[in-house]
């Protein structure tokens, strides 16, 4: 059976803040306001928030509005919002960094323009790592896809910017693709995925060889110790040999 709702909470006029984009951070600030106030009905917290829902959100929880849970309808269209428009704001946010073109921007500049407009807002990382990618020219995300996918995404802006200053291929419109000027551009490509291989061939040396230096220095260390101990142990079988000899005309004397 439903919560009788207290005749104080129905002549209670609650300052609801405007629906947030950020669902979750907006249902943060009601549930909030309705502890501040004491409102502890689920009925009265269902149509606060109903009162305040965009049309837009209100189609997406429609089946919730026009048949009302008797059991918790409060947490039930709350739950119902965060999930549902889930989906829906992550194509809104798609939607909107969709509009951001590359023009003469550098691989870098694109992707903090991207998480500028971002902001706090949700979005999965390999979503927005591929929106990012799509808006490359096509010969620099080929480079870039010899690469590893787990590297970071900044990491990655950085070898972007470093190919286009090398080979700007994206000034290289489809019109002037000529039959001399296509093998050029791919030769230019050879040789950046080269030069990229023998970088990441130098960073595997640099890591072995330190590596490599730090287990001598381990073998090192352990040799010295070895050295003084038996350095230590000579120094005591001596002392006690010497000791041995100051005993024997002692024993001698006595024996007389």
């Not at 943060?28 to 689920?42: E, V, Y």
């Not at 090398?166 to 080269?194: E, F, Y």
Request: charged content about 30%; hydrophobic content about 40%; glycine content about 2%.
């Amino acid at each position: 059976m439903a919560d009788p709702v207290p005749v104080s909470e129905t002549a209670i006029r609650l300052e609801m803040p405007a629906f947030n984009a950020n669902v979750q951070t907006w249902f943060l600030q009601l549930d909030a306001i309705f502890q501040a106030r004491r409102i502890n009905s689920q009925q009265s917290k269902f149509a606060a928030v109903v009162e305040k829902l965009p049309a837009e959100v209100a189609v997406e929880v429609a089946d919730i509005l026009t048949s009302v849970p008797v059991e918790k309808p409060y947490e039930i269209l709350k739950q119902a919002i965060l999930h549902r428009s889930g989906f829906s704001e992550e194509k809104r946010i798609r939607d909107h960094l969709s509009n951001v073109t590359a023009e003469d921007t550098k691989p870098s500049q694109l992707l903090r323009r991207m998480q500028q407009l971002l902001g706090d807002n949700d979005i999965s990382t390999t979503v927005f790592r591929q929106m990012w990618l799509d808006k490359l020219p096509p010969d620099v995300v080929r480079i870039l896809a010899a690469l590893a996918d787990n590297m970071d995404i900044q990491k990655l802006a950085t070898i972007a910017d470093k190919i286009i200053d090398t080979a700007p291929i994206k000034h290289i419109s489809a019109t002037n693709t000529g039959d001399g000027l296509v093998p050029d551009i791919d030769r230019q490509i050879q040789k950046l995925s080269k030069e990229l291989q023998e970088i990441s061939i130098q960073l595997r040396e640099l890591q072995n060889s330190h590596a490599s230096r730090r287990d001598n220095c381990y073998t090192k260390r352990n040799k010295q110790n070895s050295r003084s101990t038996s350095r230590h142990k000579y120094q005591r079988r001596r002392s006690g040999y010497q000791n041995e000899k100051m005993l024997v005309p002692r024993k001698i004397w006595r024996a007389r």
